[in-house]
């Protein structure tokens, strides 16, 4: 029983002793890592609440506008397919295509648009704390 245990122990081990480029036909490309949103505003720091995941996948149709809104959490964005525009309330734009992460601003009132003839989809991770919304809408935020 004990020679079993033994052999499996390494095995256990290789994730936390060797990283992920390291194993054979396993390649990691980082889509994104920065301290800033996607405006050079410094991010936040973390809440001290028990933190809170989620993650959605958007599908916003052509033609299709998000009204004004901000982020009170850290949020990062992954298109998938199609092209959006995001616009602050100060006027700065941002466009976003397939393939792009981006660290969304938090707390600073922006909307985004579809202006194209296929849908937008999109997947966003949002790192808040338990209850806490995720964007509000048409409200300025506190920076």
Not at 13 to 18: I, R, S
Not at 92 to 119: I, M, R, S, W, Y
Request: charged fraction near 15%; include cysteine; hydrophobic fraction near 40%.
């Amino acid at each position: 029983m004990w020679k079993k245990s033994l052999v499996l122990i390494p095995f256990c081990l290789v994730p936390f002793t060797a990283s992920a480029a390291d194993i054979a036909g396993v390649s990691v490309e980082t889509l994104v890592k920065t301290n800033q949103t996607w405006d050079g505003t410094v991010l936040p720091p973390y809440p001290t609440s028990a933190p809170e995941i989620s993650v959605l996948r958007y599908t916003i149709a052509p033609g299709a506008e998000l009204p004004p809104h901000h982020h009170p959490v850290i949020n990062v964005a992954y298109v998938i397919k199609g092209n959006l525009t995001v616009t602050t309330d100060q006027g700065v734009k941002k466009q976003l295509k397939p393939g792009d992460a981006v660290v969304e601003l938090v707390d600073q009132v922006h909307f985004g648009k579809n202006a194209g003839t296929e849908p937008v989809e999109l997947v966003v991770i949002y790192a808040g704390t338990n209850g806490q919304p995720l964007a509000v809408r048409g409200e300025q935020g506190s920076r």
